[in-house]
């Protein structure tokens, strides 16, 4: 919390960054979610 305040600029990008990786992560782990639940519909 205090860095962000300090230097709100500079973590501004790896902070965009890891919110990406970190959404691909959560789509990938629904996919797999998703792909069970078919598998065991069928």
Not at 1 to 21: A, F, R, T
């Amino acid at each position: 919390m205090k860095i962000k305040k300090i230097s709100p600029k500079l973590d501004e990008k790896p902070e965009k960054q890891e919110s990406v990786n970190e959404k691909l992560d959560r789509l990938e782990e629904e996919l797999k979610k998703m792909k069970k639940q078919l598998n065991k519909m069928e």
